[in-house]
């Protein structure tokens, strides 16, 4: 399957990677490169980091709603399905409409519960004792659409966003490839 891989955080490496190792990943959309860190270096995303080391092509479009261009380029690619995991922008109607399999989102809650940014986060400050992933099928609407799969995985006492969020993009990729 030829896929474009939509994201920008750390949180979606072993998803990409994961695809990679099973499908043709023909183009990767990520963010501009951003100041981080005390220095304020600019550093690319860790998506970009990833894509350059499979030396998938990359792009980092300042803006993605109202650039005809960057669509152009996207219908050019022939894409059978776009993949979003955590990209950071809400991507418009006709982009999601672009590949024939459809615009195809990763979200780590049970939709619709925790819809928005940080879903885990808020998993964790609410004390719920499960969470999980959510794979569904882009609308306009944020963190809305069709359902395709979902799984949960239980909240450990122990758990922090940071032993989270790996199980939670692992039990992603295991659905994507399914």
């Known amino acids: 399957m030829r896929i474009v891989f939509f994201g920008t955080s750390e949180v979606g490496v072993?998803?990409?990677?994961?695809?990679h190792g099973a499908h043709e990943i023909i183009h990767v959309v990520t963010s501009p490169d951003a100041l981080v860190g005390?220095?304020?270096t600019l550093s690319p995303s860790s998506i970009a980091v990833l894509a350059d080391e499979l030396n998938i092509p990359i792009s980092k479009p300042e803006k993605v709603k109202n650039n005809p261009e960057f669509l152009d380029f996207l219908r050019s690619l022939n894409a059978d399905i776009f993949i979003v995991v955590s990209y950071g922008k809400i991507l418009p109607k006709?982009?999601?409409?672009i590949p024939p399999l459809q615009t195809v989102n990763v979200h780590f809650s049970l939709l619709?519960?925790?819809r928005g940014a940080a879903p885990i986060q808020?998993?964790?400050l609410n004390g719920e004792s499960v969470t999980g992933t959510t794979i569904f099928i882009l609308d306009e609407l944020v963190d809305h659409g069709p359902v395709l799969a979902e799984k949960k995985?239980?909240?450990v006492e122990n758990d922090t966003f940071a032993t989270l969020w790996p199980k939670l993009a692992e039990l992603s990729a295991e659905s994507l490839l399914e």
């Open 14 to 19: 072993p998803i990409l990677k994961a695809l």
């Open 38 to 40: 005390r220095n304020q």
């Open 94 to 97: 006709e982009l999601l409409d």
């Open 112 to 114: 619709p519960k925790y």
């Open 122 to 124: 808020f998993a964790l």
């Open 153 to 155: 995985l239980p909240i």
